[in-house]
Protein backbone atom coordinates (compact mmCIF):
# COMPACT_ATOMS: atom_id res chain seq x y z
CA UNK A 1 0.00 0.00 0.00
CA UNK A 2 1.03 3.60 -0.63
CA UNK A 3 3.16 3.09 -3.64
CA UNK A 4 1.70 6.41 -5.04
CA UNK A 5 1.29 8.03 -1.28
CA UNK A 6 0.39 11.82 -1.73
CA UNK A 7 0.60 11.59 -5.24
CA UNK A 8 -2.19 13.77 -7.80
CA UNK A 9 -3.04 10.99 -10.49
CA UNK A 10 -5.57 12.29 -13.72
CA UNK A 11 -6.82 9.30 -15.43
CA UNK A 12 -8.83 9.77 -18.99
CA UNK A 13 -11.56 7.23 -19.95
CA UNK A 14 -11.62 6.99 -16.46
CA UNK A 15 -15.46 5.75 -16.47
CA UNK A 16 -15.05 2.38 -17.36
CA UNK A 17 -12.34 -0.63 -18.09
CA UNK A 18 -8.95 0.00 -17.96
CA UNK A 19 -9.38 3.46 -16.78
CA UNK A 20 -11.89 2.83 -14.16
CA UNK A 21 -9.22 0.14 -12.97
CA UNK A 22 -6.35 2.22 -12.78
CA UNK A 23 -7.94 5.18 -10.99
CA UNK A 24 -9.40 2.99 -8.42
CA UNK A 25 -5.93 0.81 -7.89
CA UNK A 26 -4.06 4.50 -8.04
CA UNK A 27 -6.47 5.68 -5.30
CA UNK A 28 -5.67 2.38 -3.21
CA UNK A 29 -2.19 3.09 -3.54
CA UNK A 30 -2.46 6.49 -1.68
CA UNK A 31 -2.99 8.68 -5.28
CA UNK A 32 -5.84 11.60 -5.06
CA UNK A 33 -7.53 10.56 -8.35
CA UNK A 34 -8.43 12.50 -10.95
CA UNK A 35 -11.77 10.75 -13.11
CA UNK A 36 -11.77 12.21 -16.45
CA UNK A 37 -14.90 10.94 -19.29
CA UNK A 38 -17.70 11.83 -21.09
CA UNK A 39 -19.55 9.35 -19.01
CA UNK A 40 -21.12 11.39 -16.77
CA UNK A 41 -23.09 8.72 -14.58
CA UNK A 42 -20.67 6.66 -14.89
CA UNK A 43 -18.08 8.94 -13.61
CA UNK A 44 -19.45 9.81 -10.96
CA UNK A 45 -20.50 6.20 -9.31
CA UNK A 46 -16.49 5.43 -10.03
CA UNK A 47 -15.44 8.78 -7.72
CA UNK A 48 -18.29 7.27 -5.11
CA UNK A 49 -16.19 4.12 -5.24
CA UNK A 50 -13.25 5.77 -5.00
CA UNK A 51 -14.65 7.76 -1.82
CA UNK A 52 -16.74 4.77 0.08
CA UNK A 53 -13.22 3.03 0.30
CA UNK A 54 -11.80 6.38 2.07
CA UNK A 55 -10.07 7.76 -1.44
CA UNK A 56 -9.98 11.37 -2.53
CA UNK A 57 -11.28 11.80 -6.27
CA UNK A 58 -12.60 14.52 -8.40
CA UNK A 59 -14.50 13.83 -12.01
CA UNK A 60 -14.33 16.27 -14.82
CA UNK A 61 -16.08 16.30 -18.03
CA UNK A 62 -13.24 15.64 -20.54
CA UNK A 63 -13.31 15.31 -24.14
CA UNK A 64 -9.65 14.49 -25.00
CA UNK A 65 -9.86 15.74 -28.76
CA UNK A 66 -10.81 19.76 -27.69
CA UNK A 67 -7.86 21.70 -25.88
CA UNK A 68 -10.38 24.10 -23.97
CA UNK A 69 -11.27 20.77 -22.51
CA UNK A 70 -8.09 20.14 -21.59
CA UNK A 71 -7.33 23.71 -19.93
CA UNK A 72 -10.51 23.74 -17.79
CA UNK A 73 -9.42 20.15 -16.68
CA UNK A 74 -5.75 21.39 -15.72
CA UNK A 75 -7.31 24.48 -14.01
CA UNK A 76 -10.25 22.23 -12.20
CA UNK A 77 -7.46 20.19 -11.07
CA UNK A 78 -5.17 22.79 -9.70
CA UNK A 79 -7.43 24.06 -8.17
CA UNK A 80 -8.72 20.70 -6.20
CA UNK A 81 -5.73 19.02 -5.28
CA UNK A 82 -2.51 21.97 -6.46
CA UNK A 83 -1.05 20.12 -9.43
CA UNK A 84 -0.77 16.75 -11.14
CA UNK A 85 2.45 13.99 -10.57
CA UNK A 86 0.76 11.69 -12.73
CA UNK A 87 -1.29 11.39 -16.17
CA UNK A 88 -2.46 8.28 -17.86
CA UNK A 89 -3.40 8.91 -21.35
CA UNK A 90 -6.06 5.86 -21.35
CA UNK A 91 -9.43 7.28 -23.79
CA UNK A 92 -9.39 5.86 -26.82
CA UNK A 93 -11.45 4.35 -29.39
CA UNK A 94 -11.70 1.50 -31.28
CA UNK A 95 -12.83 0.99 -35.48
CA UNK A 96 -11.98 -2.15 -37.67
CA UNK A 97 -11.53 -1.84 -41.38
CA UNK A 98 -8.72 -1.96 -43.63
CA UNK A 99 -7.09 0.56 -46.03
CA UNK A 100 -9.63 -0.11 -48.38
CA UNK A 101 -12.30 -0.19 -45.99
CA UNK A 102 -11.21 3.09 -43.71
CA UNK A 103 -12.77 6.46 -44.97
CA UNK A 104 -11.14 9.88 -44.57
CA UNK A 105 -13.31 10.61 -41.65
CA UNK A 106 -13.28 7.63 -39.71
CA UNK A 107 -9.51 8.02 -40.10
CA UNK A 108 -9.29 11.25 -38.77
CA UNK A 109 -11.78 10.47 -35.89
CA UNK A 110 -9.57 7.57 -34.68
CA UNK A 111 -6.72 10.08 -35.09
CA UNK A 112 -8.16 12.63 -33.24
CA UNK A 113 -8.94 10.52 -30.20
CA UNK A 114 -6.45 8.06 -30.21
CA UNK A 115 -3.42 10.30 -31.09
CA UNK A 116 -4.08 14.03 -30.51
CA UNK A 117 -6.17 13.01 -27.39
CA UNK A 118 -2.60 11.87 -26.43
CA UNK A 119 -0.71 14.67 -27.78
CA UNK A 120 -2.96 17.06 -25.69
CA UNK A 121 -2.69 15.21 -22.82
CA UNK A 122 1.04 14.95 -22.43
CA UNK A 123 1.53 18.44 -23.19
CA UNK A 124 -1.28 19.93 -20.93
CA UNK A 125 0.40 17.43 -18.21
CA UNK A 126 3.91 18.71 -18.66
CA UNK A 127 2.88 21.71 -18.32
CA UNK A 128 0.99 20.89 -14.87
CA UNK A 129 4.21 19.13 -13.69
CA UNK A 130 6.81 21.25 -14.25
CA UNK A 131 5.99 23.29 -11.55
CA UNK A 132 6.12 20.30 -9.31
CA UNK A 133 9.47 19.73 -10.50
CA UNK A 134 9.04 15.85 -11.53
CA UNK A 135 5.99 14.15 -12.83
CA UNK A 136 5.04 10.48 -14.91
CA UNK A 137 3.01 10.10 -18.04
CA UNK A 138 1.62 6.49 -18.79
CA UNK A 139 0.46 6.76 -22.44
CA UNK A 140 -1.69 4.07 -23.37
CA UNK A 141 -0.69 2.31 -26.93
CA UNK A 142 -1.13 -0.97 -27.58
CA UNK A 143 0.38 -4.36 -29.45
CA UNK A 144 -1.55 -2.78 -32.45
CA UNK A 145 1.51 -0.40 -32.16
CA UNK A 146 4.20 -2.82 -32.56
CA UNK A 147 2.67 -5.12 -34.78
CA UNK A 148 0.36 -5.06 -37.54
CA UNK A 149 -3.14 -5.87 -38.56
CA UNK A 150 -4.64 -5.77 -41.86
CA UNK A 151 -8.26 -4.75 -40.76
CA UNK A 152 -7.34 -2.13 -38.25
CA UNK A 153 -5.72 0.45 -40.64
CA UNK A 154 -6.38 3.34 -38.86
CA UNK A 155 -5.92 1.68 -35.05
CA UNK A 156 -2.75 0.62 -35.95
CA UNK A 157 -1.46 4.20 -37.04
CA UNK A 158 -3.14 6.14 -34.12
CA UNK A 159 -1.20 3.38 -31.57
CA UNK A 160 2.33 3.48 -33.45
CA UNK A 161 1.62 7.34 -33.49
CA UNK A 162 1.74 6.81 -29.69
CA UNK A 163 4.32 4.61 -29.40
CA UNK A 164 6.78 7.09 -31.07
CA UNK A 165 5.35 10.25 -29.72
CA UNK A 166 6.23 8.89 -26.34
CA UNK A 167 9.70 8.71 -27.01
CA UNK A 168 9.99 12.11 -28.37
CA UNK A 169 8.20 13.35 -25.53
CA UNK A 170 10.24 11.55 -23.00
CA UNK A 171 13.80 12.70 -24.59
CA UNK A 172 12.02 16.39 -24.52
CA UNK A 173 11.52 16.11 -20.64
CA UNK A 174 14.98 14.43 -19.73
CA UNK A 175 16.89 16.71 -21.85
CA UNK A 176 15.00 19.80 -20.93
CA UNK A 177 15.93 18.70 -16.80
CA UNK A 178 12.08 18.23 -16.09
CA UNK A 179 12.35 15.14 -13.84
CA UNK A 180 8.92 14.16 -16.53
CA UNK A 181 9.35 10.63 -17.49
CA UNK A 182 7.04 9.47 -20.23
CA UNK A 183 5.94 6.00 -20.81
CA UNK A 184 4.00 3.60 -23.56
CA UNK A 185 2.57 0.61 -22.20
CA UNK A 186 1.17 -2.00 -24.93
CA UNK A 187 -1.70 -4.20 -23.79
CA UNK A 188 -2.96 -7.19 -25.83
CA UNK A 189 -6.97 -7.94 -26.04
CA UNK A 190 -8.77 -7.20 -22.46
CA UNK A 191 -11.85 -7.90 -21.58
CA UNK A 192 -13.24 -4.62 -21.63
CA UNK A 193 -16.37 -2.97 -22.75
CA UNK A 194 -14.46 -1.45 -25.73
CA UNK A 195 -13.23 -4.99 -26.61
CA UNK A 196 -17.14 -6.40 -26.09
CA UNK A 197 -18.41 -4.02 -28.09
CA UNK A 198 -15.65 -5.35 -30.98
CA UNK A 199 -16.56 -8.92 -31.10
CA UNK A 200 -20.13 -7.47 -30.65
CA UNK A 201 -21.54 -7.17 -34.52
CA UNK A 202 -20.05 -10.94 -34.75
CA UNK A 203 -23.22 -13.11 -34.81
CA UNK A 204 -21.76 -16.02 -32.53
CA UNK A 205 -20.17 -14.24 -30.19
CA UNK A 206 -18.96 -17.01 -28.59
CA UNK A 207 -16.72 -17.93 -31.25
CA UNK A 208 -15.21 -14.11 -31.61
CA UNK A 209 -14.39 -14.33 -28.13
CA UNK A 210 -12.52 -17.60 -28.54
CA UNK A 211 -10.86 -16.32 -31.78
CA UNK A 212 -9.69 -13.35 -29.66
CA UNK A 213 -8.18 -15.84 -26.60
CA UNK A 214 -6.42 -18.36 -29.19
CA UNK A 215 -4.36 -15.31 -29.91
CA UNK A 216 -2.64 -15.34 -26.84
CA UNK A 217 0.02 -18.19 -26.06
CA UNK A 218 -1.01 -18.12 -22.41
CA UNK A 219 -4.52 -19.00 -23.55
CA UNK A 220 -7.01 -15.92 -21.62
CA UNK A 221 -7.78 -12.78 -22.19
CA UNK A 222 -6.25 -10.10 -19.94
CA UNK A 223 -8.16 -8.14 -17.67
CA UNK A 224 -8.63 -4.37 -16.58
CA UNK A 225 -6.12 -4.86 -13.48
CA UNK A 226 -3.20 -6.84 -15.78
CA UNK A 227 -3.10 -3.37 -17.19
CA UNK A 228 -3.93 -1.04 -14.21
CA UNK A 229 -1.07 -2.52 -12.51
CA UNK A 230 1.69 -1.92 -14.86
CA UNK A 231 -0.27 1.36 -14.90
CA UNK A 232 0.78 1.79 -10.81
CA UNK A 233 4.64 0.64 -11.56
CA UNK A 234 4.91 3.12 -14.23
CA UNK A 235 3.30 5.86 -12.10
CA UNK A 236 5.11 4.92 -9.09
CA UNK A 237 9.01 5.91 -8.55
CA UNK A 238 9.82 2.22 -8.90
CA UNK A 239 9.80 3.26 -12.63
CA UNK A 240 12.51 5.82 -11.80
CA UNK A 241 14.65 5.15 -14.27
CA UNK A 242 12.46 4.65 -17.16
CA UNK A 243 11.71 6.75 -19.73
CA UNK A 244 10.86 6.58 -23.64
CA UNK A 245 10.34 2.94 -22.78
CA UNK A 246 7.23 0.57 -24.11
CA UNK A 247 5.85 -1.83 -21.32
CA UNK A 248 3.92 -4.72 -23.13
CA UNK A 249 1.22 -6.47 -21.24
CA UNK A 250 0.11 -8.66 -23.60
CA UNK A 251 -0.42 -12.99 -23.16
CA UNK A 252 2.70 -13.70 -25.17
CA UNK A 253 0.78 -11.99 -28.51
CA UNK A 254 4.28 -10.08 -29.72
CA UNK A 255 6.35 -13.08 -28.70
CA UNK A 256 5.50 -14.85 -31.54
Not at 53 to 59: N, S, T
Not at 105 to 133: H, I
Not at 185 to 191: A, L, S, T, V
Request: charged residues 20%; aromatic residues 6%.
Amino acid sequence: MGRVSGKVALVTGAALGIGKATALLLAREGAKVVIADLKEEEGHAAVAEVEAAGGEALFVSLNVTQEEDWKKAIEAITAKFGGLDIAVNNAGILYNGSVEETSLADWRRVQSVNLDGVFLGTRYAVEAMKPRGAGSIINLSSIEGLIGDPTLAAYNASKGGVRLFTKSAALHCARAGYRIRVNSIHPGYIWTPMVQGFTSATPDQVAARQKLIDLHPLGHLGEPDDIAYGILFLASDESKFMTGSELVIDGGYTAQ
